[in-house]
């Protein structure tokens, strides 16, 4: 699976959980924090898969991937420590520590596979 696939949605997921916190408690904060996460996995995600169709890998994208997602998942995690809320802080951090996981696999793994030139 390409990374791109996952931190699109990663992203948007982010950017409408900052929103919703934003409705329901007037965190402007939170509504910062997750467009401003959401918005810089999508468009890392952007850069991925535009050099995935020239056939190529993002070194940069990848690496922002992972450090935001381990940032979210030290700074979400150590809120859900504090609160044991497991909504916005244990959700949006174990997510998290999934897509570091991802991204971690996907740079040992050699990034995206780009498929063989059809003749």
Known sequence: MHDFCFTIPYGMLL???GFIGYMKKGSITSFAGGA???LLLILAGYIS???FE???NSSIAMVLQTVIAAALTLVMGQR???TQKIMPAGLVAGIS???TCFYVYKIATGGNKIPPKAE
Request: aromatic fraction near 6%.
């Open 49 to 51: 898969l535009k050099a």
């Open 36 to 38: 401003g996460t959401g």
């Open 80 to 82: 859900y420590l504090l």
């Open 97 to 99: 520590a999934l897509m």
């Open 15 to 17: 950017i409408g959980g």
């Open 54 to 56: 020239k056939k190529k």
